[in-house]
């Protein structure tokens, strides 16, 4: 069973909007849940976090004030809410996690065991 599987991703015109979900099969307790992304030709960025003991986010600078990760702890899923889309958002968006958000290292693809397997968001000028 795939551990985590996101949805809702899809194309868009500059400044629309896109919620993206990540459906957790795994245990979430005391995790740090993140979304990262990657576009052709470029590594993958982090793009925001979650910490699910606490709540507390990061985010990327460029993304703050477009972006808003939260959480559904019933459900078991992950979400990124997207606003005022770029066309330098689009990528290949992912989300993962690993056991616990740092300041300094939320963003750190490498340290992140459990991965989805991707949706596309293309946002069109």
């Known amino acids: 069973q795939v551990p985590l599987v996101e949805s809702g991703g899809g194309s868009v015109q500059a400044g629309g909007s896109l919620r993206l979900s990540c459906a957790a099969s795994?245990?979430?307790?005391?995790?740090?849940l993140g979304w990262f992304r990657q576009a052709p030709g470029k590594e993958r960025e982090g793009v925001a976090a979650?910490?699910?003991?606490?709540?507390?986010?990061y985010y990327a600078d460029s993304v703050v004030g477009r972006f808003s990760i939260s959480r559904d702890s019933a459900q078991n899923t992950l979400y990124l809410q997207m606003n005022s889309l770029k066309p330098d958002d689009t990528a290949v968006y992912f989300c993962?996690?690993?056991?616990?958000?740092?300041?300094?290292?939320?963003?750190?693809?490498?340290?992140?065991?459990?991965w989805g397997q991707g949706t596309q968001v293309n946002v069109s000028s």
């Open positions: 979650i910490y699910s003991s606490d709540g507390t986010t």
């Open positions: 795994i245990s979430t307790y005391r995790t740090c």
């Open positions: 993962a996690t690993q056991g616990t958000c740092t300041r300094d290292y939320w963003d750190r693809a490498s340290l992140y065991f459990h």
